[in-house]
């Protein structure tokens, strides 16, 4: 049996496309889990209508804490060998759980996705179907793309959750699927790769990241991402190069949209030489680049908040 969590909160408006997709699979052993994480709008109640209507829906109200720990009140209460998660605006294709649960002998398996905005459909690339002894540069290649790192358009074997104790970190607010993913990667021998986009990412009304960052928990955040992929990288003896390049660049593409949003410059220059002091600004290989780079920061800070506020303002 496979256990669909869908984590919730105010998400009335695609909420029954997400749950009639579920319960349309051609797959029919799942339980569906909607835990409502303290929706404000009506999302609780059609909840509430579903598990009237279908047996595999159960239903599990909660105050707001955030999609890790919604998502984590899910696995405490799911009961299948195998786990998916789905975000309650996405939708699955029919043949989604049908798809992923052919392969044998596997520890992970990925869906394709399909990106949807305003009813243009993108899809990214999609590899082979193919059931992989862990191909290093193919887990090294695939775990550098955004969605590989996220829980959804995934099946994870629940023995390894549990015999791990693997929960989302609800601490972090950013990275924490890619956290969750790499702590997952350290028990896993075989991946199986669908050759299908089968999940359907509904990209129309997504909201932009608006976490507030500080020097402080944005380096934990790096860290634990970082020791994380060593724990991975001794146990295969391999270094993952193009993840880690993929991680920095999204940290660093962090740090950029946080800079650009500080309307003012006394709190750019604070900032700016704040995230400096603790290590938490990558520089490119070349020196003369961080040398530059270290100097505007540093010396000419007016230079760097004039360069952002021009990008935020176009």
Known sequence: MVSVIVPIYNSEKYLKRCVDSILSQTFSDFELLLVDDGSTDGSGSICDEYSVKDSRVRVFHKENGGVSSARNLGLDNARGEWITFVDSDDYLEESFLAELSVFEDVDWVVSGVSFVNNGV???????????????????????????????WA??????????????????????????????????????????????????????????????????????????????????????????????????????????????????FKKEAISFRKYGCIWYEASKLNELFKTCIIKYLPFLAYAYFKRLNDR
Not at 125 to 133: A, C, F, T
Not at 199 to 226: A, F, G, T
Request: contains cysteine; proline residues 5%; aromatic residues 14%.
């Open 121 to 151: 459909v993108f899809v990214p690339p999609l590899i082979e179907k193919i059931r992989v002894d862990v191909d290093l540069p193919l887990i090294d290649s695939q775990l550098s793309k955004d969605y590989f790192r996220t829980p």
């Open 154 to 267: 995934k099946l994870y074997k629940h023995s390894i959750i549990l015999q791990n104790n693997l929960r989302f970190d609800s601490c972090l607010y950013i990275g924490e699927d890619t956290e969750f993913n790499l702590r997952y990667m350290q028990s896993v021998e075989c991946v199986g790769f669908s050759s299908e986009a089968l999940y359907c990412y509904n990209d129309d009304e997504k909201q932009p990241y608006k976490y507030v960052m500080n020097p402080e928990s944005y380096q934990r955040h790096i860290s634990l991402l970082l020791e994380d992929l060593d724990v991975l990288s001794r146990k295969y003896c391999y270094e993952f190069p193009v993840l880690r390049g993929s991680l920095k660049g999204y940290f660093k593409g962090l740090l950029f949209l946080h800079l650009s949003g500080l309307r003012k410059y006394a709190s």
